[in-house]
Nanobody, 115 residues
Framework: QVQLVESGGGLVQPGGSLRLSCSAS????????TGWYRQAPGKQRELVAT????????NYADAVKGRFTISRDNAKNTIYLQMNSLKPEDTAVYYC????????WGQGTQVTVSS
């Protein structure tokens, strides 16, 4: 089992920035991909960004390219999502997901972009 805990969400004005963190514990050696997903009210959960544990190769949704950056600190078993130039349409619950011997999700953290 892998446990994931997100933090860093909150309320921010349009154009602002936030950094989300996702700390992993448990059978973390089995994880080969970690990512961020989001779900807005009334919408399906969607991919935001992923990062490979070993290679560091990243993948982004078109809607966030150039504004969001996913990164990892393997020594701290933590991944991050730096979000810049935030827009109201980025408002959602952001979830961390790890893929290894199974698929594991965190509990989510709310991000609200509003003036």
């Amino acid at each position: 089992q892998v446990q994931l805990v997100e933090s860093g969400g909150g309320l921010v004005q349009p154009g602002g920035s936030l950094r989300l963190s996702c700390s992993a514990s448990g059978k973390i050696d089995s994880i080969y991909t970690t990512g961020w997903y989001r779900q807005a009210p009334g919408k399906q959960r969607e991919l935001v960004a992923t990062i490979s544990t070993n290679s560091g190769i990243t993948n982004y949704a078109d809607a966030v390219k150039g504004r969001f950056t996913i990164s990892r600190d393997n020594a701290k078993n933590t991944i991050y999502l730096q979000m810049n130039s935030l827009k109201p349409e980025d408002t959602a619950v952001y979830y961390c997901k790890a893929v290894g011997q199974g698929r594991f999700w965190g509990q989510g953290t709310q991000v609200t972009v509003s003036s």
